[in-house]
């Protein structure tokens, strides 16, 4: 297995990871409660000895466990069909519950790859996509039928967490680390789950996976916290980790925010059978943040296909085609939108912030800089490592090169009135796009994506206004690019 298929396939998407997951654990009709309580050695039940009190009590649990199941399948299957009426497709007769399952492969509980919602988020987002049906045969009709509330919950600082004894603690503490480096947020580490308060309880489960917000049953009802599944043979990047605690923290994919339709077109017929309910749209708070192509919570372009090197998700702006589904880190508007959701009452005091900075959250006297700004207010251009980061295009030919893993950014001006072109010279790429691209940025809003190309390309590039900005990723010291700018 390359590098690049464990990544693929280990982070969200474990449903479509071929059969490697190992499924044995969960086709017993577990949830995950029960599933962690049974990997620690604890019984389901109290009641020592073998008498007819535990049978009797345990034949009860597994009636429960059947009804919860059942309910859980029935409400996917009503998404499912929603879901298939808003893409105005036909969906094939299912017998029964179990063929459903066995037809989509994976822990029932599961949805959108990674997530698994209560029964009461299952609900409301029942009640949501009913509204958007509602809105497609209604366009003039009340709105109000669209929204309701957000899945979210929140969490209270600093959140308690464990780990299971099994999970790579690695990976994960450099997950928590980035997430407290970039934000307010807080964690504190506990042995245990605390009396009556929930926390994240860290497993290694058969696959990646998490709830979405903080789910206060867990903390009430249950000895275990929350479980965040960080599977050791699967998930073990720091992309997968800080995309699953963002789920615990409260976020859902990019791609399911309810405006979407704007950003992506889904391509309902390359999806596979059973699976549409991974596409639904939900309500959101982006907090104005925007849609994030860039997000290390949106899906990648062929995330659930049949035929896996055709897209089912498909940007409207054809260049960010290889922006989308990223699993290296956070973006700088991952990072933001937490900030706002979690942290907006730390600094008091307002900064006049430059290139769509903020109050940094961690120290109130500094701007929080979207890469390569630094300084106090955003204003600055850091040294990248790379060499001259600001330069002047003329009417005659320069050239930028640059090599190695460092991310280095190149500035270009040409007078105010001139486009600059691009023209790409050479690049020694490597296989991961992802890890290893040339990003051109075609206007001075440099937050924004511009097309990111993977491997050599033969063509002729134009900005879009005086200002462009130039992103070489290698991931092998070996990866190296040349590019040719001029005044158009
Ligand atoms: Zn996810």
């Not at 903390?219 to 275990?224: P, Q």
Request: aromatic residues 10%; negative net charge; glycine residues 6%.
């Amino acid at each position: 297995m390359s590098t690049e298929e464990e990544i693929d396939e280990g982070v969200f998407h474990r449903s479509e990871s071929d059969g490697r997951v190992e499924l044995g654990e969960i086709d017993e009709l577990e949830d995950t409660t029960q599933r962690s309580a049974k990997k620690n050695g604890k019984k389901k039940t109290s009641l020592s000895g073998p008498d007819i009190r535990s049978i009797a009590v345990d034949d009860a649990t597994e009636s429960a466990e059947k009804a919860k199941l059942n309910r859980f399948l029935s409400k996917k299957r009503i998404l499912n069909e929603l879901q298939a009426e808003i893409f105005g497709i036909s969906l094939p007769p299912v017998s029964n519950e179990t063929e459903y399952v066995s037809s989509t492969d994976e822990n029932p509980y599961i949805m959108e790859g990674d997530i698994v919602y209560t029964e009461e988020q299952l609900d409301r987002l029942i009640e949501d996509v009913r509204g958007q049906l509602f809105a497609k045969y209604h366009p003039e009709g009340p709105k109000q039928l669209s929204l309701t509330p957000n899945l979210a919950m929140r969490w209270t600082l600093p959140i308690p967490y464990y780990f299971d004894s099994e999970v790579n603690r690695t990976t994960i503490l450099a997950g928590i680390r980035l997430w407290e480096q970039e934000t307010c947020i807080r964690f504190t580490r506990k042995d245990r789950k605390p009396p009556g308060k929930n926390a994240i309880y860290f497993i290694n489960g058969t696959g990646c996976y998490s709830s979405v917000g903080m789910i206060p049953s867990w903390g009430e009802n249950y000895s275990e916290g929350q479980p965040v599944s960080l599977w050791t043979r699967g998930c073990n990047y720091l992309g997968t980790v800080v995309h699953e605690i963002a789920h615990a923290l409260g976020a859902i994919h990019e791609q399911s925010r309810s405006d979407r339709d704007s950003y992506v077109i889904i391509m309902e017929n390359n999806i596979k059978n059973g699976q549409l309910h991974n596409f639904l749209k939900e309500s959101f708070l982006d907090y104005g943040v925007g849609y994030d192509y860039g997000s290390v919570m949106h899906y990648s372009k062929n995330a659930f296909a049949i035929v896996p090197n055709k897209p089912t998700i498909l940007p409207k702006d054809p260049m960010m085609e290889n922006v989308i589904g990223q699993k290296v880190g956070l973006s700088f508007l991952d990072v933001k939108k937490m900030n706002l959701a979690y942290c907006s009452s730390v600094c008091r005091n307002t900064l006049p912030c430059q290139n769509y900075g903020y109050v940094n959250p961690n120290n109130c006297n500094v701007c929080k800089c979207p890469p390569p700004y630094g300084g106090k207010l955003c204003d600055r251009l850091q040294l990248s490592g790379c060499g001259d980061l600001t330069l002047t295009a003329t009417s005659s030919s320069k050239t930028i090169t640059a090599s190695g893993t460092e991310p280095c950014y190149f500035l270009i001006t040409a007078p105010r009135g001139k486009k600059i072109q691009f023209k790409m010279l050479k690049f020694l790429s490597s296989e991961m796009c992802e890890f290893c691209y040339i990003e051109i940025k075609m206007n001075r809003d440099f937050i924004k994506y511009g097309p990111r190309f993977c491997r050599f390309t033969q063509t002729t590039i134009l900005s879009e206004t005086n200002e462009a900005m130039i992103v070489f990723q290698g991931y092998y010291s070996t990866n190296s690019f040349s590019m040719e700018y001029r005044i158009a």
